[in-house]
């Protein structure tokens, strides 16, 4: 029987939890990860009625997109429905993970899924993020440079966009001297030895520096290698805010909307009402967006399908971009499909339901 620790690992391969933004609050909130996994719920928000159906279907797991827990708490006392939630699910021996900010900055994640349901090809991050990737430089016995590579590969490093096993190498002379108390594989005590090395440099996500440095010692020849870790200030081309690409053939903004309309199944799309262009380019991001407003402009979109866009936001879009705010839930309800999508793959086995919760705290009224 599977662990919720395998699921969450699983979860966090796809989405680690340093691509969170700061002010997040992703990951386990209750809940013991060694348990065994009876059952997993997926929703969007977690409310006192999705812990009751998960409690209905004996499931100790319930993944939501939003954390229930996003400000601290510095009382449980059931005051409120977060209190109330906590401790539900606390008294019932139910996990509660949150995968928001950082599923929602990958490029397969949150945007990337919109995209995909509207169609849109030579899709790419719209605003990368930076300070995401270091450099590995080491220093390999010339012999041994190739094994050393391979490992290091596995733990990660060396891919770049569509691409891995990405390095480069340059020979070299590399000269040292054992000192007491050293058990050098090459050379002895005492004696300078000169060593034909490679110096060999690769990039990976700064998230897994642990294990790219301990695939690096567990292989190398050397009991004491050398490396160097460097920060890099490039930007991760597959991690960030928003998603852009194009649709197939330029619609109208009525047509679009109604492509929108068609596809998403908004309650309602506000709008723009100025944009009088053709829409060829879109940029889409779940959730609040409008402070990707200007970033879209400078790409060249002609249309930017997010939420939660004040009053004075639209006026920001001078006519130059199709501002649609399809709602904050509208926007990321998918994201229970995207979920049940990454997991089912991996995990056969185990109950995997979508919660039949609607958890919408807006209405609309209609005549």
Avoid: W
């Avoid at 977060?82 to 995968?99: D, G, P, S, T």
């Avoid at 000169?194 to 690769?202: K, L, T, Y």
Wanted: glycine share 8%; net charge negative; with cysteine.
């Amino acid at each position: 029987m599977y662990r919720i620790a395998d699921l969450i690992s699983h979860l966090e391969q796809i989405a680690p939890l340093s691509y969170q933004e700061e002010y997040d609050n992703c990951g386990l909130l209750t809940g013991n990860k060694e348990d065994a996994c009876t059952g997993v719920l997926l929703t969007l928000d977690v409310t006192e009625e999705v812990v009751d159906e998960a409690i209905n279907k004996g499931f100790n797991l319930i993944v939501a997109h939003h954390p229930v827990i996003f400000k601290g708490l510095k009382k449980i006392t059931g005051s409120n429905y977060v209190e109330r939630i906590i401790i539900k699910a606390i008294q019932h021996n139910i996990a509660l993970y949150a995968i928001h900010t950082n599923l929602d900055s990958v490029f397969h994640g949150v945007n990337g899924m919109l995209a995909a349901r509207l169609h849109l090809y030579h899709t790419r991050i719209l605003s990368p993020k930076k300070n995401l990737l270091s450099k590995l430089v080491t220093f390999i016995p010339s012999n041994d440079t190739e094994s050393v590579m391979q490992s290091i590969f596995a733990s990660g490093a060396g891919s770049i966009g569509n691409y891995s096993e990405c390095s480069f190498t340059v020979s070299g002379t590399g000269q040292f001297k054992p000192d007491a108390g050293a058990n050098p594989q090459i050379g002895k005590i005492g004696i300078t030895e000169q060593v034909e090395e490679d110096r060999v440099e690769m990039i990976y996500p700064s998230y897994l520096e642990h294990k790219v440095v301990s695939a690096l010692k567990k292989n190398h020849p050397y009991e004491e290698p050398a490396y160097d870790l460097i920060s890099l200030e490039n930007t991760h081309s597959e991690v960030g805010s928003g998603v852009i690409g194009e649709l197939k053939t330029a619609l109208t903004p009525e047509d679009f909307m109604k492509h929108v309309q068609h596809v998403l199944k908004p309650e309602c799309i506000r709008y723009t009402t100025a944009f009088q262009g053709t829409i060829k380019k879109v940029a889409v991001c779940g959730g609040s967006g409008s402070f990707l407003l200007k970033t879209a402009v400078a790409a060249g979109a002609d249309a930017l399908i997010t939420s939660d866009f004040k009053y004075h936001d639209f006026f920001d879009a001078e006519n130059r971009i199709l501002v649609c705010d399809i709602g904050h839930y509208e926007s990321e309800i998918h994201t229970k499909e995207l979920l049940m999508d990454i997991l089912t793959k991996k995990f056969a086995n185990i109950a995997i339901v979508l919660s039949s919760i609607h958890t919408n705290p807006i209405g609309y009224f209609k005549l």
